[in-house]
């Protein structure tokens, strides 16, 4: 089948702003829009930049808006979107080249919320681990499952006004540890969360939670944290 | 180098964030539609003479109530639902029902409305 893509290109050694170019390239309705984007890279046009590296919906590197909404584009098929495809970069974040922005923002976001275990306290008495029972686990499963691909921060409206929010993917990354019951570091985290550039810019648009390719419920733990910081509760 | 990353206004309303986001756009719309009314109704009290009955003359209007109405309303049924979900988290994953729900009251009330507010502009 005939395939339309119209792809948004920005060279910044020759162009001040972006502009969009369309290609046909001869494709199967069961190709992932990724397949397509190599196609045009591969037989077109090779100056074409956009992100990508497992193909398989695990590394979160080719988010990109497809017909006016996040995805990642390796997970999604040519007979979801139809034969006219329009592609460009994400929204709120520097345009580095044609779909390559830059990324370096959100990680920062992503490092203020202290992405690692935090507890000091001795370890238990065989020193070995520190256990943790499965519906303990089972509280904080669904942030475990964030490949941190940008989809959510940057379809935020909240974001998008200000870049200073640290955005849902890290208070994903942040609701990941602070109900991890093995966890010493929520209130640190609380206190963060609780700065102006935190939860507070959350207005429940869900344009997260809607462009989440893991399925996690983003705006359900935005909530979660919003409430424990109101309650000081971790339950 | 690189392209600033300012979002204009009419490419944030052109995102396709299907319905959760059209309710965030329409509560901001009600929201500024009654801040401009209550702050032209104010105005409009200061004002004497033609000014001040050109004014009034506006709010007074049936269209322009249709559209207030549309504004209080659509904003408190859309708040109440946002605040419920936001009170208790675990109801966020319902959060389309929830929507579906607020439309189906948003518009029978407002239905009603609009039919009385016609029925009496036009003198019936
Ligand atoms: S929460 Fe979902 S959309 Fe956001 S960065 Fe993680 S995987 Fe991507
Ligand atoms: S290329 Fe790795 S998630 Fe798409």
Redesign the interface.
Known sequence: MEITIKIFRYDPEKDTRGHYETYVVEGDENDRVLDVLELVKGKTDGSLAFRRSCAHGVCGSDAMRINGRNHLACKTLVRDVGANITVEPVLGLKVKKDLVVDMDPFFDNYKKMLPYLINESPLPADGRERLQSPEDRARFDESTKCILCAACTTSCPSYWANGNYYGPAAIVTAHRFIFDSRDEGASERLHILSETDGTVRCHTAYNCTEACPRDIKITKAIGEVKMAMVTGKLD | ?????N?SLM??L?????G??LT?ILHRIGGLGMAIFITVHLLASFLSGKGGHFINAIYENWVFQIFIFFCVLFHAINGLR?TI??LF??L??Y?RQAITIEWVAFLAIYGFAVFTIIRTGLGG
């Open positions: 180098m690189g392209l600033n990353r979002v490419t944030a052109r995102y396709k964030g299907q959760p986001f965030y946002i979900l936001d988290p675990k966020i994953p959060h």
